[in-house]
């Protein structure tokens, strides 16, 4: 059978990086994308790049609240949104010259049988589909959504102007990192979640210290609530609470997590299951052929992941029988301020769960000279060893967690036993010294 095309990419977020891998090694490509100017999907447009971007500002505010600077600073709303949206037309622009062997079919792509994509008026055939439609907010039944008063990270990541008072609502990497930039940004913040816990897959002590910095920061906490219903009216945003109490803010965040987004996908081959579209474990779904990658498939919603899933899928199509992926060894983080949370491999709560026998070792960072001085002082560093002695992951409270954690993820990679992380000499005075003596302590 003739195709159009070698493969068909069905979504322009991280999908993206397979396309160029693909087109430089000489396949044919289309990438059908709704709006070729969210090229790079979620994570550049209305993710993780302008929200970290708002994060280290308002970081900036927060540290300069500090009894050794005379005058505080504010943060422009307005001015912020420029830079935001002067550096994601650089990055867009930057990803359209990357694929410029790519041919970009604008419009709402739709996999309506085997290897056919359409796209408004315009149809195509693909020896190889790649779904990469990721995911979009969770809007629980009873909240009435309205961009205005009840909005979801979209419209945060568009503010110009900072609201005098806001509520989150949810405590997952969104609703914890927005909570933290609102705080942090000099906002009355309010956290509202359905559990008496933060992070409760963490190692308990990490949870509880969160707790504290999120209260250090200013965020009023009121947990082990859930909103039956929300709706904006001329007072504010009328909350009612499912025990039946009422509550009123100016603005409702609504965080409570993402779906897949598999709305494209009306072949009924692909299997879709409760946390998206079903596939194994090299990401090919039901449908020989045609593959799911990054959050439409429901294994891990983060950018990093996905761009792994979309290569890998593309080298073995390529032939080039890469490894098969451990998602066990993708880093997840969450960025809240002043220390973040990141972990790899297997937690405290996997290894329990598991029944396997593990040795644990726990530094706090409390009374360090140099956490006291770079806000690391609620701080931790935790690392797991099997049974055998190897490291099995890794979890790490402290100001940019996320790049400490690469420590224990390549030792993971690398297959690492704890004998040999201990030869492991760190700088002083740095955080990385504490992972040292977290090692060392296994």
Request: one cysteine or more.
């Amino acid at each position: 059978m003739h195709y159009d095309y070698d493969i068909l990419f069905l979504g322009g977020g991280l999908n993206y990086a397979g396309a160029v891998v693909a087109s430089k090694a000489g396949l044919k490509c289309a990438l059908v994308e709704r709006n070729p100017e969210h090229l790079g999907g979620t994570c550049l447009h209305n993710g993780c790049i302008p929200s970290k971007m708002y994060l280290e500002a308002a970081e900036t505010v927060r540290k300069a609240k500090k009894e050794h600077f005379t005058e505080g600073i504010a943060l422009d709303m307005a001015k912020l949104d420029a830079e935001k949206e002067a550096l994601l037309d650089r990055a867009t622009k930057a990803i359209t010259r990357q694929c410029a062997q790519v041919d970009i079919i604008a419009g709402e792509g739709k996999l309506t049988v085997p290897h056919t994509v359409e796209a408004g008026a315009k149809k195509m055939t693909g020896r190889y589909v790649i779904v990469g439609t990721g995911s979009r907010p969770f809007i629980p039944e009873g909240i009435e959504y309205d961009g205005q008063g009840v909005i979801t990270s979209d419209e945060v990541l568009n503010m110009k102007d900072l609201p005098e008072k806001i509520a989150v609502y949810g405590d997952g990497a969104i609703g914890l990192e927005m909570a933290s930039f609102f705080a942090a940004a000099g906002v009355e913040t309010e956290l509202i979640w359905r559990h008496d816990a933060l992070l409760r897959k963490a190692h308990p002590m990490i949870g509880q210290n969160l707790m504290k910095q999120m209260e250090a920061l200013g965020v009023k906490l009121l947990p082990n609530r859930s909103i039956q219903n929300a709706k904006s009216t001329k007072r504010g945003v009328h909350i009612t609470f499912a025990d039946g109490k009422e509550h009123y803010v100016p603005t409702l965040l609504v965080a409570t997590g993402r779906h897949a987004a598999t709305d494209a996908v009306q072949v009924p081959e692909i299997e879709i299951g409760k946390k998206g579209i079903v596939t194994d474990e090299h990401f090919e779904t039901t449908l020989r052929d045609h593959y799911a990658i990054g959050d439409c498939n429901g294994k891990l919603q983060l950018a990093h992941a996905a761009r792994a899933e979309v290569l890998y899928v593309v080298r073995r199509i390529l032939g080039k029988k890469p490894e098969t992926l451990n998602l066990e060894h993708v880093v997840k983080f969450i960025h809240t301020l002043p220390c973040s949370y990141a972990v790899v491999g297997k937690s405290k709560a996997e290894l329990e769960k598991s029944g396997i026998k593990y040795s644990e070792s726990v530094v706090p960072l409390t009374g360090l000279p140099f956490a006291v001085t770079h806000d690391g002082a609620d701080g931790v560093m935790i690392v797991y060893a099997d049974a055998e002695d190897f490291i099995a992951g890794g979890e790490i409270f402290a100001p940019n967690a996320e790049e400490l954690i690469a420590t224990v993820a390549m030792a993971l990679a690398g297959e690492m036993d704890a004998a040999t992380a201990k030869r492991t000499i760190l700088a002083h005075p740095t955080f990385s010294e504490s992972l040292e003596k977290a090692f060392l302590r296994l």
